[in-house]
């Protein structure tokens, strides 16, 4: 089975990232890091093909850098990875992203995609059914428990209430929760061959898409202001010297929890 | 320009994103709509009506998940410069993202505010877990649709007003739409829910293992408090996804919210920023949950949380 697992590299979310002042587009350092929530997508991926002698090819749009987060997800076991990193993408929208991530796996070819739900850097939580809707694919999103049953994808997907068993035929796209499975940690071996793996860097030309469709012209929103928000009142700290529960106590009464 | 607000349909009714969304639509004023997915029902078709929806367009995809069917429908709906709105759940994201794909109209994501200013809509949201806020303006033409954070807006019915009710026929969509629901399963959580709890004691990673993480349970049982928990929690399985708070997971906003052995990460402040009154446990005296509780005891939650425990025993 042939596998797309999308990815993303992102700032380091130890440091916080900073907003261009004049753009208010994210500052990607050179140096960025795999979103740990692809972790789960890659590790899914993995699993299926390694039970079916498939394949795992990550599926990446924005700046390369120096790679590192592909890097890392090839460490995992992926065999190669496309990122599509050209200027013409700076200021994408959520639509732009789908339609060249659509290209870019459509070109490559596929059994399965899988996504996360949502990047940590930008959390807008609907890119998996984009590119489900441009790839003609069912979803099966927000999988916490995934089985293949034949040419059959089972998952549990997560509800505000619990979970739907949900399922359908191969071509299907899965979005993974968190916690979906277990990833792999990356064998010395492993980061080894990651440094050999190939990745193809094609540009948005290459896609057959047109450059003036996309980045922050063809993506139909502009920020207009960026400024702190209100800041909460100070409280109180205290170091517990085995008394704090009684300041704890205090603060149910005065607000008549108890 | 007319707002569609898409109402995701229970068996308790409409969603209550549904609601707190049509409310600030009724009061933005002009024309607005509800797209009803789900079984309907008279009951649930007034409750859209009081809040603010003056048509009802009801789509019951079956045991279809029905994000392809509905995106399909509401592209014929929606027309250029409208509003439509989105709850940040799991199925109205689905059916965003697709109508978002139909359409080419741009979405933006997260937002905790819509303002309607002459012709241009404006959007802000929240970054940098809640610290920052952005506002976008939508610039091309298309409709224009905004995925909104629970909480964001309070539900405020109406002068009772039946809508008027358009069935709408489940469209064909071929492979996109082949995905069957085949059981639903709901969790119960025992004791007050996320959503209503005035009082929610919440747990993290401090607690370090399921067993311990029971006095979380056993402290929101004495306070009849709804228990929360971070991501990290409920990856490590001790507690189900239905209870999780933050980016993934609920927002809440209770009067009082006892964070126990929760560091703060960013993904769990947005979800719970705007309680009332914070209460936080943490060892790590930089831990970031700090810098939003309005008491923070920097101590160890196995030493604080038996002791307050026993002592509201005593009571």
Redesign the interface.
Known sequence: MKIAVCVKQIPDPATPYTLDPATHFVVRPAEQVLDDTDRYGIELGLQLAEATSGSVTLVSMGPAGNLQGIRQALAMGADKAVVVSDPALRGSGAAVTARVLAAAIAREGFDLVVTGTESTDGYSGVMPQMLAELLDLPALTFARKVSLEGTTIRVERQTAAGYDEVESALPVLISVTSGAVEPRYPTFKGIMQAKQKPVDQPTVADLGLDAAAVGAAGSGQSITAVRPAPERAGGVKIKDEGEAHLEIIKVLERTKVI | MKIFVFAEL?TAGP?TISLEMLTKARNLGGEVAAFAVGAGSDAAFATLGAHGATTVHHLDPGDA?P??AA?AALAGLVGDGDLVFFG????D??????L???T???????AVDVKVEGGSV?VVN?I?G?????????????PRLV?VRPKSFTAEAGAAAQPQVHTVPVPDT??????????????ESQGPSLADA??IVSGGRGLGSAEKFGLVGELAGI?G?AVGAT?AV????WV???VQVG??GKTVKP??Y?ACGISGA??HLVGM?DS????A?NKD?EAPI???????????VH??LP??IQ??KA?
């Open positions: 229970n969603s998940l994000a392809a995106a940040l759940t799991q199925t994201r689905d059916v965003a993202g697709r978002a794909a139909r080419g109209a741009a979405v933006l994501s997260n404006g929240e940098l809640g610290s920052t806020l952005v506002e976008t303006e939508f610039t091309g033409s298309g995925v071929g492979r996109s739409g082949a995905a069957r629901i085949t059981a639903r399963h709901a969790e005035a009082v306070l408090a991501r409920v990856d490590s399985g189900p996804y239905s980016q993934t009067s009082v006892i960013m993904q920023k009332t009154t914070i209460i446990i005296e700090f810098a939003v509780a309005d008491l923070g005891v920097i101590g160890d030493q604080v002791k307050l002592a509201l009571r």
